[in-house]
């Protein structure tokens, strides 16, 4: 039986969706490819077709769930707002996305997290591209006169950790209750006027530190 | 037998450190008076002399884990630090306890952090506290014209958030490799030259946020 390319992406797509649902129900340890074979009605050697690997498959259960956050952040990339408006929608716009999810089905999500966990390897490939986007938004906001004496990988470890939970999606559940569009903005202009190498004091180099 | 106040109170504190043991070896939920009985050979009903319920034994549990931690924040409110030290102390201590323990024996700490998941009622505690000493430092920090516009409470909010790296204990062992006292004092620095309620342009009010 000849496929179209069309007809092959057609079928992977609707194979992912039948292991997400998979997933969903019993989490990702109920999850093989043997199992969904015979969910989809078609033999293992034809589902190899599709995915060599069970670690093929998680792949591309995580390239379709992840898929929506890379295109809000090529979005908010290609756009032509200024930095501090950029990084504000960097996190915003993703941030509102996992909150429908949670308030959708937070059981489901967080299973969803879990299988992010522990398929780290999958998580780590957008996490990286989420860096290299932040770090793009940097070197703008640097060309501005921003954050003077710190380097984009410096300056990229700070912000996403004084924006962790709008963007570690584990740290982000157990905070969401506590998490709205106002004191992102609140924070992201925070980083923008108060983020620099300067030492202003927070720190004193002798004094109470060893006490 | 008749024990004196200071004998029940070294039993007390030898019970609740036994019990400890108990939950490092095998986590909260192989803990129970009946076992801590057993291991400490003594009788349950003189066990519970001192612990009326296991809710009680995992309240004494928290209590002596947090104590430092308390301890600690009551030593930074009681120093004549300005309040931009004080924060960063209040937060920097206790991470470097923190990160202590977390090198000594990472699944040590990641069990307690689990107990103290699973036990929330008496984390919270421990939370308000943290929170109340906290309030008190940015009062003094309002006092010399930090925070403009903000509410204290908003003010708390946004500090743990931008900080909770440094202090909620699940995304603590998560960023570990990735936290020092050197980014958290440019985070503190950013919190007291860069937050306020001015809204400086992260946020449009109109404009792209609804694409």
Not at 93 to 122: C, H, S
Request: charged share 25%; aromatic share 8%.
């Amino acid at each position: 039986m000849a496929q179209t390319g069309t007809d092959q992406d057609a079928t992977r797509s609707r194979l992912v969706e039948m292991a997400q649902g998979m997933i969903e129900e019993r989490g990702a340890v109920g999850l093989s490819l043997s199992e969904l074979a015979a969910r989809a009605g078609i033999s293992q050697g034809h589902l190899s077709r599709y995915f060599d690997s069970r670690e093929e498959l998680m792949e591309a259960i995580a390239d379709h769930w992840f898929k929506p956050m890379a295109d809000i952040m090529e979005d908010v990339l290609a756009s032509d707002l200024p930095p501090r408006r950029k990084m504000y929608e960097f996190f915003a716009r993703r941030f509102v996305v996992m909150r429908k999810k949670w308030e959708a089905d937070p059981v489901k999500l967080q299973t969803y997290i879990e299988v992010g966990n522990e398929n780290f390897e999958q998580v780590r490939s957008y996490i990286d591209l989420a860096d290299h986007y932040l770090g793009e938004i940097i070197g703008e906001a640097m060309s501005d006169g921003h954050f003077t004496g710190l380097d984009v990988d410096e300056t990229i470890s700070l912000i996403n950790q004084m924006c962790a939970p709008y963007c570690a999606l584990n740290t982000m559940t157990m905070f969401m209750e506590r998490l709205n569009e106002d004191k992102l903005a609140r924070i992201i202009d925070a980083v923008f006027d108060g983020l620099s190498a300067q030492d202003r004091g927070a720190r004193a180099v002798t004094g109470l530190r060893a006490a």
